[in-house]
Nanobody, 125 residues
Framework: QLQLVESGGGSVQAGGSLRLSCGVT????????WGWFRQALGKEREGVAA???????AYADSVKGRFTISIDTSKNTVYLQMNNLKPEDIAMYYC???????????????????WGQGTQVTVSA
């Protein structure tokens, strides 16, 4: 069974950086497409970064140039490097896996079938 465990969240000052990790167990990370989503209090979940099985990436306009999604196949882990964090980045962040062997990259939550439990990111002004 595919399981995802996020870590790396925390509290930083504006302009700081965090790296979120999504540890994957049960299956090989390269067999899936991956996405990072976030949900702030009172708001809908939104896709912020995604990576397909072919390495193509996609980013929400609000994080382009600041966030980078990557995969380390040797560690079976998906990362989200977040730089120049802003108070508007405050949210619970989730990693998600698409159906096995499906190609393409997507920032839409319905394109993903397995979700982690989330990790909180807080940014102080």
């Amino acid at each position: 069974q595919l399981q995802l465990v996020e870590s790396g969240g925390g509290s930083v000052q504006a302009g700081g950086s965090l790296r979120l990790s999504c540890g994957v167990t049960g299956y090989i990370v390269s067999n899936y497409r991956w996405g990072w989503f976030r949900q702030a209090l009172g708001k809908e979940r939104e896709g912020v970064a995604a990576i397909g099985r072919d390495g193509r990436t996609a980013y929400a306009d609000s994080v382009k140039g600041r966030f980078t999604i990557s995969i380390d196949t040797s560690k079976n882990t998906v990362y989200l490097q977040m730089n120049n964090l802003k108070p508007e980045d405050i949210a619970m962040y989730y990693c998600a896996a698409g159906p096995r062997y499906i190609v393409g990259v997507s920032l839409v939550s319905t394109a993903y079938t397995t979700w982690g439990q989330g990790t909180q990111v807080t940014v102080s002004a």
